[in-house]
């Protein structure tokens, strides 16, 4: 136990400075911004704290927080974290001060509501609270109260911020996107539930809770699967694990349960699509690492074929519907169901490299993904359109903004030097040990990759400038505060990703260790033996 509470530092605070925001005068937008960006930074600086503070070759799990919430349920408010956790959590508490910043007057362009500003903020900060929790709960239910509840405010961002328009039709698409992530997240979350609930009802079978009974207690439950305490034949398992897998998968998102993406990333504003899917969909990949590998191993591995053929198609699916994209934002939100994909292959893949890789994906992802969606953002909010041929000749106009944008797409696809590369390296080689086939296919986007990014390119910032583009301006210096410090990761993550591979691996060593997987080794033919009883030279 530590004797002061730090993760519950970490998402209260964001949650409390949510309220605070609520609170400010309706005509005071600027102090609603700047109070909230401030909460985002201490916020930020408390994730740094727990990061130095924590042992990558100590306890498993750290700063734990344990508390009675429901106990008649065996229910209680647990926190702590590893090395797969930490490195999601400053993901997500470095990139939201970024992303207050990057949309600090979006709101102005979707109505004229006196708490818009106010509104927009708060809702930021709940989401930030709400995934924070979500990666250091060790209790399940209390993961799962969380994995839900986020979903309303990202459905307010998605439905009630976004591009000012006077098209009806252009309202209802939005609207129809908000709805149509609700629906899919919520059903899957039910689904869940189901799962969650079945699980319990094992844990009472057993006694397992600390008054007798069932508990949600990760650690306790997690304990009792891999010893056979659980008591429950494989089909009741395999049912459990697809119940937790399917809500995952939503979220993830997994082929085919991605349709509800695009349309809400090209819906929503671009800081508030870069939150849902840089930040909200890695908890759905999360819980495949923490949930599904560890709490049903054996399904993992019976299901972890199947979902390695859905990764792989989702893969070449996102990077071949990407290169026919005309409008950009579109174009890059099915770039990430390529990503998700390559995320998913890895932790499927059940070795130290495919596990460490997937993690490190994770984080790369958020931030080249991040940089990308941002910077296009800022370019589509200054020409007025997201359509591909409406631009041309940008890097005459804009050079920052175009160099930026390149380096951003080049992480995309995973250049050399560059920080998803590593992961993407690392995911590749860790499935190509158990699943050969499937690493070779999933090679193919590299080549895919490199079409829709430098096509993109091509098209938006080469060649002549095209009549509407003259009086485009660079990146401001609020929009490079932004930039900076993302391209600065990518570039820092490509050369030395020690720090992070360094606290992620012990973690996806001991998941491997737990469900009792090996990395397969090398198969090596015996030499032919000779008449005489030799062997062959």
């Known amino acids: 136990m530590n004797e002061f509470p730090w993760l519950t530092t970490l998402w209260v605070l964001p949650l409390a ?20 960006l401030a909460v985002a930074v201490a916020t930020l600086a408390v994730g740094v704290v727990v990061a130095v503070r924590f042992e990558p070759g100590g306890q498993r799990y750290q700063f734990v927080e344990s508390h009675e919430w429901i106990p008649a349920f065996g229910a209680g408010y647990t926190l702590g974290i590893d090395g797969i956790s930490l490195v999601l959590v400053m993901l997500t508490a470095a990139l ?59 459905y307010f961002l998605i439905g009630g ?55 949600f207690d990760f650690r306790v439950v997690l304990e009792a699967a891999n010893s056979g305490q659980l008591g429950a034949g494989p089909v009741v398992l395999n049912a459990l694990f697809l119940g937790f897998m399917f809500a995952f998968a939503v979220k993830a998102p997994l082929w085919p349960l991605h349709t509800w993406l695009p349309d809400a990333a090209v819906s929503a504003t671009p800081a508030s699509a870069v939150l849902m899917m840089a930040v909200v969909d890695k908890v759905g990949t999360f819980g495949m690492l923490r949930y599904c590998l560890l709490l049903f191993p054996s399904a993992s591995s019976d299901y972890a074929p199947l979902i390695s ?23 890059i939100a099915y770039t990430s169901i390529s990503h998700f994909g390559f995320i998913i292959l890895g932790i499927f893949a ?79 080689v860790g499935t190509f040990t158990r699943y050969p086939v499937a690493a070779i296919i999933a090679t193919s986007a590299l080549v895919l990759a490199a079409v829709y990014v430098l096509w993109l390119y091509q098209r938006m910032m080469t060649g002549p400038v095209k009549e509407g583009n003259e009086r485009l301006t660079d ?49 090596v033919q015996p030499e032919a033996a000779t008449p005489s009883g030799g062997a062959h030279k």
């Open 309 to 331: 053929v859905l990764a792989v198609i989702g893969i070449v699916y996102g990077a071949l519907l990407a290169i026919g994209q005309t409008d950009v934002m579109r174009l």
């Open 17 to 36: 400075g949510a309220a605070l925001v609520m609170v400010v005068p309706a005509a005071q937008r600027m102090l609603a911004r700047s109070l909230g």
């Open 96 to 154: 939201v001060p970024l992303l207050i910043l990057a949309g600090w007057r979006d709101e102005r362009e979707v109505g004229t509501g006196r708490r818009v500003a106010h509104i927009y903020v708060a809702l930021t900060l709940v989401v930030e609270a709400m995934v924070l929790i979500s990666f250091t709960s060790l209790d399940i239910l209390l993961f799962y109260v969380f994995f839900e509840v986020m979903l309303i405010p990202m």
């Open 350 to 428: 059940m070795t130290t490299q495919g596990g460490a890789g997937a993690t490190l994906y994770m984080v790369n992802h958020g931030i080249s993904t991040a940089a990308l969606f941002l910077i296009a953002g800022f370019l589509v909010s200054r020409r007025g359109t997201r359509v591909i041929a409406e631009f041309g000749g940008v890097q005459k106009v804009a050079p920052v903004l175009a160099g930026t944008f390149l380096i951003a797409g080049l992480a995309t696809l995973s250049l050399p030097g560059l920080a998803p590369f590593i992961s993407e390296f690392l995911v590749l």
């Open 161 to 215: 911020f976004g591009p000012r328009t006077d098209d009806l039709a252009h309202r209802q698409q939005r609207s129809r996107a908000a709805v149509k992530f609700l629906l899919y997240n919520l059903f899957g979350g039910l689904i869940m539930l189901a799962a969650v609930i079945g699980l319990y009802v094992l844990t009472a079978r057993e006694n397992l809770g600390p008054i007798g009974g069932g508990t």
């Open 475 to 523: 990146l401001v210096p609020r929009e490079l505060v932004v930039v900076a410090p993302l391209i600065a990761a990518l570039l820092f993550l490509g050369a030395y990703p020690k720090p992070v591979l360094d606290r992620i691996n012990p973690a996806v060593a001991g998941t491997l260790t737990t469900i009792g997987k090996h990395d397969p080794g090398p198969t």
